[in-house]
């Protein structure tokens, strides 16, 4: 009987690994009307972006505080609620102190041993800086890539698909449809119709680029600046070959000639 009964529970279930598609939300500030703030300016234009994907909330880059204060400085529940009204999942803390994972897992929360994000090394502050403006939280996709750093995609992608080059490049062969998106931490190439969402430099890099042989994007990020398809293209980019890049905080198209 014992026999039959093991069989039966081999033949309901398994337990495998799983390589699951995640965003990470990298937070910079434990103030969360700065954060609100910050999520509404840079998701306005796209209040469907995540479709209720789950989130890991990265709690690595927030500043040093008191130890005593760690725990209560931070409050989860209604960090959660932020996170979910701009249609994400969030399930999950990493890079916290003893007293964050347990405030996490008092709001239902779990806490997870990824890998956090590197801390950039500070740039040297010029003797008269201004006060910086808050930081909007670092949005990632996080996917296994090739070893070779460079994922090449020779099939469409259609809307919903997603693909991401974590520490490399993407390029893309085929039709990019509505709805699709590419994502890469280097530069973004796509040789066919770019009609979807193409981000590049996901982890900060400015000097990504994102090249198309037929300009006609949904989105266009290089380092969190987006432009979105409400603002029409210029008649020398729409449907062209194209090159994207950032100067400054702006977003620039030029045609490929």
Do not use: W
């Amino acid at each position: 009987m014992a026999d039959a009964s093991a069989a039966r529970t081999r033949a309901v279930f398994e337990f495998k690994s799983a390589t699951l598609p995640l965003i990470a939300v990298i937070l910079k500030t434990s103030d969360l009307e700065v954060l609100a703030e910050a999520l509404d300016a840079q998701l306005a234009d796209s209040p469907d972006f995540f479709e209720q994907e789950p989130v890991v909330i990265d709690l690595s880059q927030l500043p040093e505080e008191d130890p005593a204060d760690a725990g209560r400085a931070l409050d989860f529940t209604a960090l959660r609620g932020l996170l979910a009204r701009h249609q994400t999942q969030p399930v999950a803390v990493r890079g916290g102190s003893d007293a964050q994972n347990a405030a996490a897992r008092a709001a239902g929360l779990s806490v997870t041993a990824m890998p956090v994000a590197p801390v950039p090394r500070p740039a040297p502050a010029p003797a008269e800086a201004p006060a910086p403006a808050p930081e909007a939280p670092q949005i990632v996709r996080e996917v296994p890539v090739p070893a070779n750093g460079t994922l090449v995609i020779d099939k469409p992608l259609r809307s919903g698909q997603q693909v991401y080059a974590r520490g490399g490049d993407v390029i893309v062969t085929a039709l990019v449809s509505y709805g699709a998106e590419v994502i890469a931490d280097g530069n973004v190439h796509v040789y066919a119709p770019l009609r979807g969402k193409a981000i590049a430099g996901a982890r900060g890099d400015t000097s990504a680029r994102i090249f198309t042989t037929c300009m006609e994007a949904q989105l266009v990020a290089i380092a969190g600046i987006y432009r979105t398809a409400e603002v029409a293209l210029p008649a020398e980019i729409a449907g062209k070959p194209a090159r994207i890049s950032l100067d400054g905080k702006k977003i620039v198209m030029e045609p490929i000639l």
